[in-house]
Nanobody
């Protein structure tokens, strides 16, 4: 069992930065791949970024590659999403999620239904 709690969202101007945090609990946290998804009003939840259990292998959506960075600290049971050069279209509720590490290396890593645990989400609003 893994429990996830996101924080760090807020209101920022276009071009600004935010760092989201995801605090995890549970003995098996370090065995899971972790990801960030986001969901804008009226849209489906979409994949943003993911990393493997060690934080070494990472994947990004094309829309955020080069601007966002995912990282994790297994000792502190934390996952981060550094978001730079933010755009109004990045506005959404951001969720962290955990999935079996093997899924990360398949095309299923972008599918929300593959993920086992979810946080409650944190709102990010980017003003133009």
């Amino acid at each position: 069992q893994v429990h996830l709690v996101e924080s760090g969202g807020g209101l920022v101007q276009a071009g600004g930065s935010l760092r989201l945090s995801c605090a995890a609990s549970g003995r098996t946290f370090s065995t899971y791949a972790m990801a960030w998804f986001r969901q804008a009003p009226g849209k489906e939840r979409e994949f943003v970024a993911a990393c493997n259990y060690a934080g070494v292998t990472t994947y990004y959506a094309d829309s955020v590659r080069g601007r966002f960075t995912i990282s994790r600290d297994n000792g502190q049971k934390m996952v981060y999403l550094q978001m730079d050069s933010l755009k109004p279209e990045d506005t959404a509720v951001y969720y962290c999620a955990a999935v079996n590490d093997k899924v990360l290396y398949t095309s299923s890593r972008g599918r929300p239904r593959e993920y086992d645990y979810w946080g409650q989400g944190t709102q990010v609003t980017v003003s133009s």
